[in-house]
Nanobody
Framework: QVQLVESGGGLVQPGESLRLSCAVS????????TAWYRQAPGKQRELVAS???????NYADSVKGRFTISRDNAKKTVYLQMNSLKPEDTAVYYC????????WGQGTQVTVSS
């Protein structure tokens, strides 16, 4: 069973930065597409950013230029560097990894508030 454990969430002020990490168990991480999603209260879960096994990246328009997704295959970890955070970035952030139907983490709360 593949497990994903997110970390790095917290409470920050607008304009500040956070880096989320997601450690993935198992032996197939290097071939997975990995992604970060988020879900704000009362809203549907949405894709924030994804990175394939060949390092092709994709971002939601709302985070382009502010967020950067990366991965370290040796550490089996995917990261989300979030800069210039805004109150509308407040959400639970979820990591996913896999081929086709992905595995999911439990989520980490990010709150941006003054």
């Amino acid at each position: 069973q593949v497990q994903l454990v997110e970390s790095g969430g917290g409470l920050v002020q607008p304009g500040e930065s956070l880096r989320l990490s997601c450690a993935v168990s198992g032996s197939h991480f290097s071939i997975y597409t990995t992604a970060w999603y988020r879900q704000a209260p009362g809203k549907q879960r949405e894709l924030v950013a994804s990175i394939t096994n060949v390092y092709f990246t994709n971002y939601a328009d709302s985070v382009k230029g502010r967020f950067t997704i990366s991965r370290d295959n040796a550490k089996k970890t995917v990261y989300l560097q979030m800069n210039s955070l805004k109150p509308e970035d407040t959400a639970v952030y979820y990591c996913s990894a896999g081929l086709g139907a992905p595995y999911w983490g439990q989520g980490t709360q990010v709150t941006v508030s003054s």
